[in-house]
Nanobody, 115 residues
Framework: VQLQASGGGLVQAGGSLKLSCTAS?????????VNWHRRAPGMQRKWVAR???????EYAASVTGRFTISRDRRQGTVYLQMNSLKEEDTAMYYC?????????WGQGTEVTVSS
């Protein structure tokens, strides 16, 4: 199982980006719980958002109201729509899921928010 995160880039503060996470191998993200995490430069990794197998969503306080996690079940893709981006959102973003008895991480996609 491999996860691929994409969609990062450079954006001005107040702008938007949409990250995507897909899986290859023996699984699909259509019905899996998937988390997004981020690691800012020099900081520890932090959890950002979750979509459960039943599509319940949860968010860290720092992104509530600005970020939306969603899923396209047919494509098996999980998205993280990020609006009203702030400089402090600058980080490497990772998607993660638990399947086959272990945790899998994507390679990360970099988000840079400039002032």
């Amino acid at each position: 199982v491999q996860l691929q995160a994409s969609g990062g880039g450079l954006v001005q503060a107040g702008g938007s980006l949409k990250l995507s996470c897909t899986a290859s191998g023996r699984t699909s993200l259509s019905t899996k719980s998937v988390n997004w995490h981020r690691r800012a430069p020099g900081m520890q990794r932090k959890w950002v958002a979750r979509i459960t197998s039943g599509s319940t969503t949860e968010y860290a306080a720092s992104v509530t109201g600005r970020f939306t996690i969603s899923r396209d079940r047919r494509q098996g893709t999980v998205y993280l729509q990020m609006n009203s981006l702030k400089e402090e959102d600058t980080a490497m973003y990772y998607c993660e899921t638990f399947t086959f008895g272990r945790t899998f991480w994507g390679q990360g996609t970099e988000v840079t928010v400039s002032s």
